[in-house]
């Protein structure tokens, strides 16, 4: 079975710190994203890539960045976290041939 | 800006019957289409994949094309309270460089 890693379920910031989500896939899949879920706004795409060191801006990337060092490991960087950030994160990998797409289990992030 | 529409719901239907979830979308040409089972707290799981039209069926559930129409649909036969949870609608264009668009989701309960 793809397996979709999320370093963290939970964390807790404080306004301005950075953080770093991470995400590992095993599954050698090209294409990786990052979304964030909100009550009644649904999925939203942060940022995706299709290879290493490529990314593409999803629909709301302001105030994130993400990082594709190797291909399994997809990294989702908030620079000065606002309170404003606090929500679900998911990341998820795609399988090329039948375009499904793989979430992890998910990391809930609060900023206080 | 390609859309996909879902009724928010909450779609209420007793123990034993059908369930019928409906999903439209804007891009005409969208070649892959799925549904999602989300449950509170947890991340989307894949529960049904279809690209042609038609109608494609596994176990209780029955997923439906129609592309001259771009409408889709997810059946669940002898419902149970366990199917109680947010169904996720995307789509999908001709490449698996182009993100999946999700719908906002439509809540179910299954009453027992």
């Known amino acids: 079975d793809v397996k979709v890693t999320q370093s963290s379920r939970y964390l807790v910031k404080r306004t301005g710190e950075k953080v770093f989500l991470e995400c590992v896939q095993d599954m050698d899949h090209e294409n990786m994203f990052w979304y964030r879920q909100d009550p009644g706004l649904g999925l939203r795409l942060i940022y995706f890539?299709?290879?290493?060191?490529?990314?593409e801006k999803g629909d709301i990337p302001e105030g994130y960045s993400v990082s594709r060092e190797k291909k399994e490991r997809f990294s989702l960087i908030l620079e000065s976290a606002s309170t404003n950030q606090t929500s679900m994160y998911l990341c998820?990998?795609?399988?090329?041939?039948?375009?499904?797409?793989?979430f992890g289990e998910g990391s809930r992030l609060t900023v206080l | 800006q390609k859309e996909v529409e879902q009724n928010s719901g909450p779609l209420s239907v007793p123990e034993g019957a059908i369930a019928s979830l409906n999903c439209t979308y804007s891009d005409r040409g969208s070649q892959s289409f799925f549904w999602y089972r989300q449950y509170s707290g947890k991340s989307p799981e894949l529960i049904m994949s279809i690209y042609s039209n038609g109608d494609k069926e596994d176990g209780r559930f029955t997923a439906q094309l129609n592309k001259a129409s771009q409408y889709v649909s997810l059946l669940i036969r002898d419902s149970q309270p366990s199917d109680s949870a947010t169904y996720l609608c995307a789509v999908g264009g001709d490449s698996g460089n182009t993100p999946l668009v999700f719908g906002k989701g439509t809540r179910l309960s299954v009453i027992a």
């Open positions: 998820a990998s795609l399988a090329g041939a039948t375009g499904e797409l793989f």
């Open positions: 890539s299709y290879d290493v060191k490529m990314k």
